[in-house]
């Protein structure tokens, strides 16, 4: 039930004239009041399932990395107060949510665990309209022996050309570039 209401808020924001950066970041620290240690700890065997058949030389690393940003990310929505100047991009963020909304509730209903849902709603709208990031954290591994990077202002991703035909990866939402390889 909890991701139907997020998403109905988000719904109803992405219909207004504008959308006040301070806007969605309330709504997003809202919903994460409601997602407890039990929910963080649950999200983390998810992950640990969906990474079983991974590759075993970036399994570790991976679940390291991705584990520790989703507790990270949720205390950083809880804790953040900035005074964000400026608004979202409507037309992106419309396509955001409808691409997030569709995904997220297939998730939810093959997974049973609307927490987990909610947690991936979160980080992915903090990460790509609070923060400017990409929403896997820098340093996550792919195949090849490759890594989400930072230089300079930009990220760049191994795997973001290859995500792009997929319509439902949140690839087709993220900030980051392509890497070159």
């Not at 963080?40 to 399994?59: H, L």
């Not at 950083?76 to 979202?88: A, F, M, S, V, W």
């Not at 929403?135 to 290859?162: A, D, Q, S, W």
């Not at 087709?172 to 392509?178: D, F, M």
Request: aromatic content about 12%; glycine content about 2%.
């Amino acid at each position: 039930m909890i991701i139907i209401n997020i998403f109905n808020e988000l719904t109803k924001i992405s219909k207004e004239p504008e959308i006040k950066i301070n806007n969605l970041r309330d709504i997003l620290k809202k919903y994460a009041k409601t997602v407890s240690v039990f929910d963080e700890m649950n999200a983390t065997c998810i992950i640990r399932e969906d990474c079983k058949y991974m590759q075993k030389n970036i399994q570790k690393e991976y679940l390291e990395v991705y584990i520790k940003y989703f507790f990270k990310r949720i205390k950083e929505i809880l804790n953040d107060n900035i005074n964000y100047k400026g608004n979202i991009d409507i037309i992106k963020f419309q396509n955001s949510l409808n691409l997030l909304r569709d995904q997220f509730i297939q998730y939810k209903d093959s997974s049973n665990n609307s927490k987990y849902s909610l947690i991936l709603t979160l980080i992915s709208f903090y990460a790509t309209f609070i923060k400017n990031e990409p929403i896997h954290p820098v340093g996550t591994p792919f195949p090849g022996n490759l890594k989400l990077e930072k230089k300079g202002e930009e990220y760049y991703c191994p795997v973001k050309e290859k995500q792009s035909k997929n319509p439902n990866a949140v690839c087709n939402l993220c900030i980051s570039k392509q890497k070159e390889i």
